[in-house]
Each structure stands twice: as C-alpha cells, then as structure tokens.
C-alpha cells in the first residue's frame, strides 16, 4: 500500500466526483477504501456485510460529493462517517449480531496507531486524543472505544459489561462531555 | 421534544457521531440534521474529535468484486445513450485489476465451464459474459481454437429486437481501443459461428465484446445504436488453466 494521500488529493478527488468524473472516482476508492473496509469489518464483523456496506458507502459518496466541502471536515472523515453510518444501518435492518465469538475478528483489525508510515500528524492527533481519554474512568473509556470501533449500541454494551443500561449511558454521556472539555484545552 | 437546549443538543451531536444514538432517536436526529446547519456543525465536530481513532484500525484491501459491483450499479443508473459510452469504455479500463478474475468466477457461477483443477480440456480459449445496464448477465460468448475457430452465443436473458433491427456483436481492441464488427446475433438460440482468421485475430485482441442496436440488413463498420450489452473478455490460456 503506498503511502497515505493528502487530504488535499482526497478533497481533489471528491471534487472531481461531483462534476461526474469516474477517474476520480476509481482514484478515490483507490486511496480509500482498505481504510473503510478495515473500519466496516470491525463494526459489521461479517464479511458479506461489510461488502455491501463498502458498496453503499462508494455509492454514497458518488452521489454525494456535491455536498462535501471542507468547512465539514476532512475528506477522510466524511467518508468514514459515511460508512459508519452505513454499517449502523446495516446492523439495524438485520437487527441480528453475531456473538461474542467472533470477538476475534474485531480484535484482529486492532492497530497500535504507532505503524511507522503513519504521518506524524495524524499520529500527533491520536495521541492528543488518547490523553484525553487516559483521563476518563475505565469503564466510561471502555465504552467509548468499543462504540466507536465496534458500532456497540447503549443495549449491547449493557450486556457486554453487565451493567445496567442507565448507567452505560451515564458513562457515555459523561465521557463525552469530558473529551470535549478535556480537547478545549 | 428538547432539541432546543444547546447542552442537549451537543451531546446528542456527539452520541450520533460515537453511534450510540439509536432506533427512533437516530431517525429523528437524522431528519432534524437535514434542516439545521448548526446541528451538523456540531455533528462534524465530534467527528473531528474521533476521526484519530481511525488510525487504530488495520487497513484490509477489500475483494476486487466490490468495486466491480459499484461500478455495474453506476452504470446502470448512467442512461444507456451512445454517447456516453467512451466515457464508459474508459472507466472499465480504469480498472482493469481483478475484473477478469470476476468474469471468470462469474461464468464459473453461470455454470459454463467445467474447470477440473489445472486443465480446460478442449475448453475455451476466451470468455465473455455480456452484461445489460443493470449488471445481468445477459449473454455468454466462449470463443474455441478446436477443432477449428468458431464462437458459441448462448443467451441468458437478452431482449427481442423490433422487426427492421438487429443486434450486432463487436469487439473492441486491446491495443488501441479499435471497434471492430464481429458477428450478427440470433436472438432465441445458441449459435455457433465459425470464424476466418481474422474473425479470431478480432476476438483474441479483444477486450471487451459490446452488443449495439443496429438497422436489419446493414453492414455497419461502426456502431451507430446504442449499446445494449458489453463484457470484458477473459483469456482462459493465459490464465494458467492450460
């Protein structure tokens, strides 16, 4: 894989897509898309799932790039939460997930963040983000990180950590609030 | 409903960017994202928040058939006007890795080839499964050197014609992009077409076999309707399997 394009080429791309270049668009998936289906199959852990979930999310962005601009966030960010959402909706319509022995297949895509290609500045960010979070309570980090990686709902990280789902959802609320202050700073 | 306490609105701006707002509230927060610019400001912000976590999450190349699939599903939204189909032409061979491998598999699944594990005895030489705009295979066309040149049209599931028209099979060179007349289809049957040497020099150069619309009766040496079906042409020799 060669090295991860700028932003910027991403937000060519985007561009180009919404005046109807296909170019752009293979380009686009090109430079995309191992990152979203890393981050499909983690949240989907089915491979035929997230397959179709990359489909939409493409799909998506091809239909969508118009409305991208920057003033909404990075390239890479839009697409992701795209197929976040995607994946979120997914799980929804199937209103089945597998069980915790495919907990492997999750753990499995797990990356440090410390690879040696990655860009120092994006490495900068999760580090300032990872500070943030080492302030949290445990338990309120746990169910940050497997929501947002794993796409776990208030119900499933109830079970997940057997406690109730009020206090799941106290912990992620708070924990919320507290990344926000904690990245004022 | 208590949309209108910045407080609130934040959190939930940051719970539908975690995903963990779900069920009915998403929907709602989904349909209130639609009109209200500040609410999307603050959604984009927590993603901001986040979007470094994605650097803990492995990169995993997705199967080349993925983005066969979206590209068959754009081109069947893409109106199948004969302009266009440069354009077209242009973005199958933007991606040209892995889509011989799909067609194959594709036949495969069609149930044409009878691969035993490193042999096609006395099978094949080349390939095509022809798809409508839609992405159905609508015609599989295997091309033999044995025991003489011929071709086999067998239809899946094509269309009749007007009376007055005909479907005309082309082939569209590998080096250089030439469209070239091969044969005249039969629409109900199987058909098998014997071919001249330079018929074969036509389709082993190929690569990609179009159907366009055509006036009955005409010898037309450029396609003048509009393409109707096309596929990639897969070379079986040189895929190892002889």
Not at chain 1, 56 to 82: C, D, Q, V
Not at chain 2, 195 to 219: H, P, Q, R, S
Request: proline residues 5%; hydrophobic residues 45%; positive net charge.
């Amino acid at each position: 894989m060669s090295a991860e394009p700028e932003g910027r080429a991403l937000e060519d791309l985007i561009a180009r897509c919404a005046l109807g270049d296909r170019a752009a668009f293979a380009a686009l998936y090109r430079a995309s898309s191992a990152k979203l289906f890393g981050v499909l199959l983690r949240i989907l852990r089915q491979q035929d799932w997230a397959e179709e979930a990359l489909q939409e999310t493409y799909l998506k962005a091809w239909r969508h790039a118009n409305r991208f601009s920057a003033a909404r966030g990075a390239p890479m960010t839009w697409l992701i939460n795209i197929a976040r959402h995607q994946a979120f909706d997914i799980l929804r319509r199937k209103e089945y997930r597998v069980g915790d022995d495919l907990d492997e297949v999750a753990d499995s895509l797990y990356a440090t963040g410390d690879d040696p290609e990655a860009k120092t500045e994006t490495q900068h960010a999760l580090r300032l983000l990872r500070r943030c979070l080492e302030r949290l309570s445990a338990d309120q980090r746990q169910s940050l990180l497997l929501a947002y990686h794993e796409g776990l709902g208030p119900t499933e990280l109830a079970a997940r950590l057997e406690r109730p789902l009020a206090t799941i959802k106290t912990w992620l609320r708070r924990g919320l609030i507290q990344v926000r202050e904690c990245m004022k700073t | 409903m208590r949309y209108d306490d910045p407080g609130l609105r934040d959190i939930l701006a940051g719970e539908y960017a975690l995903g963990t707002l779900r069920g009915r509230a998403r929907e709602r927060f989904r349909r209130l994202l639609e009109s209200d610019a500040k609410l999307r400001q603050l959604v984009t912000a927590w993603q901001e928040r986040f979007a470094p976590l994605i650097e803990e999450t492995r990169l995993v190349t997705p199967p080349a058939r993925v983005f066969l699939a979206i590209k068959a599903r754009l081109e069947a939204e893409s109106a199948p006007v004969v302009s266009k189909r440069w354009q077209r032409l242009g973005f199958w061979q933007a991606l040209s890795a892995g889509v011989a491998a799909v067609a194959l598999s594709l036949a495969i699944l069609l149930g044409v080839l009878q691969l035993r594990p490193g042999t096609v005895p006395a099978g094949p030489s080349y390939i095509a499964v022809l798809q409508d705009e839609a992405a159905r295979p609508a015609l599989i066309v295997t091309s033999y050197n044995k025991p003489s040149w011929h071709l086999v049209i067998e239809p899946k599931q094509i269309h009749g014609v007007a009376p007055g028209q005909a479907m005309q099979v082309w082939t569209i060179a590998r080096d250089g992009g030439a469209t070239r007349p091969l044969v005249t289809l039969a629409v109900e049957r199987t058909q098998r077409i014997n071919l001249d040497e330079a018929a074969w020099k036509l389709v082993k150069g190929a690569e990609f076999l179009i159907v366009t619309l055509e006036n009955a009766g005409d010898v037309p040496q450029a396609p003048s309707g509009p393409t109707l079906y096309r596929g990639y042409c897969v070379n079986l020799k040189g895929m190892g399997a002889s």
